[in-house]
């Protein structure tokens, strides 16, 4: 039925968006989550620069107490605690787990706790030749550790620019393909509405025209839609309506000739009797020329109600005409006719 048809177009195209909503935000959620990796990687590129200034900072107390213009280790031993800490927050990060920066990674911190025994020695040393080649140790473990977190930060600059320049290009698809997505859905539901408006609108014209074909008299036109639905059904209505029509109207003029074959069977034999009595009052009258002349109009008249009488066996339909106001009679010239587009049918 058209409603069921109507139902199934209308369930798929809202299914079709909603199976293209739900994958557009399932991959708008993944690239979400590449996002906050890379917000994790920018991080740790954070990280390795706080890790690099408190090296800085831990040189020039080593500087300061090389040349004797720093005597206490506590700025130094606090650095270091800062530095121990910034390493644990970067060891946080799924960054330093790369194949490419793990053993830089392992090696900083290994350093790392070899620079932090030095500290701890330079921090007990009396002697001053002792403290002194502790603090050149230190500071060459100090620069080896720089050249590690140099390492560690290039291999995360240049990870965090893979991962930006990939998110870039799967969002870019993903804005692509979203698009076309959307333009094959619209143009598929505009085709889809297009395919109902001809399913409903071409059986309304058929059966628009069958009642302008009905209102004409035209009982014969019959209205074929082939579609299993509510047009159909009324289609089938108004061509049985059409045969009852035509089959009231067929009986109506059977009905007419059989009376006009009466009502001729019954005329001609009070004509014919009528004729042959003016015939007898023709001759007796002589030469009479009113007398002649009435009679001749009295057989004119008969004459023309035989032909009226005899024009009714031929009728094809029944068409009206005005005679007054309000009052219609049988208009025979046109009734005797096998089609009339612009008769009105009579009751």
């Not at 620079?115 to 080649?133: H, I, Q």
């Amino acid at each position: 039925m058209l409603r069921r048809k109507l139902m199934v177009i209308l369930l798929a195209l809202t299914a079709l968006l909603m199976v293209l909503a739900v994958a557009a935000l399932w991959s708008l959620q993944r690239v979400f989550v590449d996002l906050d990796h890379l917000r994790t990687a920018s991080t740790a590129v954070d990280h390795v620069n706080e890790l690099n200034t408190s090296l800085s900072t831990i040189e020039v107390e080593l500087y300061a107490l090389q040349t004797g213009r720093q005597r206490h280790l506590d700025r130094l031993v606090d650095e270091i605690e800062s530095i121990h800490l910034a390493a644990d927050e970067l060891d946080e990060h799924y960054v330093v787990l790369e194949p490419e920066i793990m053993p830089t990674y392992e090696q900083f911190m290994t350093r790392l706790g070899g620079f932090e025994s030095l500290v701890g020695v330079l921090a007990t040393a009396n002697d001053r030749d002792l403290s002194l080649r502790y603090n050149l140790a230190c500071l060459d473990r100090a620069a080896q550790m720089h050249q590690d977190l140099i390492l560690i930060a290039r291999h995360v600059q240049a990870h965090t620019r893979n991962e930006q320049t990939e998110i870039n290009g799967r969002f870019r698809w993903l804005v692509v393909s979203i698009a076309l997505g959307f333009l094959v859905v619209i143009n598929t539901s505009i085709l889809m509405m297009l395919r109902t408006a001809g399913m409903i609108l071409r059986p309304v014209d058929k059966l628009v025209f069958a009642s302008r074909e009905l209102a004409r008299e035209n009982f014969g036109h019959r209205v074929t839609l082939g579609q299993a639905d509510e047009f159909d059904e009324l289609a089938r209505a108004y061509n049985h309506l059409a045969e009852q029509l035509q089959e009231n109207e067929r009986r109506r003029i059977q009905t007419l000739q059989q009376t006009a074959l009466t009502l001729n069977h019954e005329l001609n034999n009070a004509i014919t009797t009528i004729n042959l009595q003016l015939t007898l009052l023709r001759r007796r009258s002589g030469r009479d020329e009113a007398v002649h002349k009435g009679l001749g109009q009295i057989q004119e008249n008969l004459q023309r109600m035989s032909e009226v009488i005899a024009s009714l066996k031929q009728l094809k339909r029944v068409v009206l005409t005005d005679y007054v106001d309000g009052v219609k009679m049988l208009d025979l010239n046109e009734s005797i006719r096998e089609q009339g587009p612009e008769a009105v049918a009579g009751s």
